[in-house]
């Protein structure tokens, strides 16, 4: 963040001294904030934006994982459901699938809306622009493929040894919109994720001068505790997710291929769950 001020551009008497982060206006005389000040500004947005998207569902997914532990049921013996049905008449239900996931995405352009101050373009400065698409498309799918093919093994040994809950990826009632509706859940999520837990949340802790392993573990946690009401498999699959989506993005300062890796691994998710026969899908323990 730009803390210097520059004297205003306009005549005697203005009575006002432009602010370097952007040509905001401040009173003449009012001192720039300090480093601490700008410290506390950043923690405290960093805070708001996740109570807004991936904190409070962190909360949700440990008070969940808590009243899952303390049910009775082994984990194991116990479902989570993704995607349910919001209404049985189907355009109700569609109206609702689209309202949820258009405000789920709010605050992603909070976030961008943040970074993009003093007229930077956020989009940009985090790589989720269009410069490079069929690059960004091969890593992404490249991605999606390390990531998650060792991902439904670990749930078969999550599933195996009780530690992982029954996850039906997709519960939409059939119409003529379940599939379109479940892509568009897909790039949601990964819009979400990608652009807060690893764009937004890494470019402020390093303005906070956070050292890159404590970045990287932060970003990592996050995303493996919002998957806590899975179980503690998934937890442990997200986080290692985590690392390996913060360090190329340390590397890159580019989401845009995280995206399109998280879209294509819930796609086949989502997706091949409400269309794959029963039988394949009892085969790896998901029904």
């Known amino acids: 963040m730009d803390r210097s001020a520059t004297a205003a551009g306009g005549g005697p008497g203005d009575g006002a001294r432009a602010d370097g982060a952007g040509g905001r206006e401040r009173p003449t005389g009012t001192p720039a904030p300090g480093d601490r000040a700008v410290a506390r500004r950043l923690t405290a947005e960093i805070w708001i934006v996740l109570g807004l998207s991936l904190g409070k569902s962190a909360v949700y997914a440990v008070v969940s994982l808590v009243a899952k532990l303390t049910a009775g049921p082994p984990l194991a013996e116990q479902t989570t459901t993704l995607n349910p049905s919001r209404s049985p008449r189907p ?91 479940l892509i568009l859940a897909a790039l949601q999520n990964a819009l979400l994720e990608e652009v807060i837990a690893v764009g937004y949340l890494m470019e402020r802790l390093r303005e906070l001068r956070w050292g890159t392993p404590a970045i990287i573990a932060a970003s990592a946690l996050l995303r493996g505790s919002y998957h806590l009401y899975q179980g503690w498999g998934a937890f442990v699959g997200n986080v290692v997710m985590g690392v390996v989506f913060a360090e190329y993005y340390r590397r890159r300062r580019r989401v845009m291929p995280l995206v399109v890796a998280h879209t294509t691994i819930d796609v086949v998710a989502f997706v091949g769950y409400a269309l794959l026969p029963d039988a394949w899908l009892e085969a790896i323990g998901v029904t």
Not at 156 to 174: S, Y
């Open 91 to 181: 355009y109700l239900d569609l109206t609702y699938q689209l309202l949820s996931i258009g405000f789920a995405l709010l605050p992603v352009a909070l976030a961008l809306y943040l970074l993009s101050a003093h007229g930077r373009s956020a989009v940009r400065r985090i790589g989720l622009d269009g410069a490079r698409p069929w690059r960004d498309l091969g890593v992404g799918v490249g991605l999606a493929a390390l990531i998650g093919i060792p991902g439904l093994g670990l749930y078969v040994v999550g599933r195996a040894i009780g530690i992982t809950v029954e996850v039906q990826a997709a519960a939409l009632n059939a119409a003529w919109w379940t599939v379109p509706v």
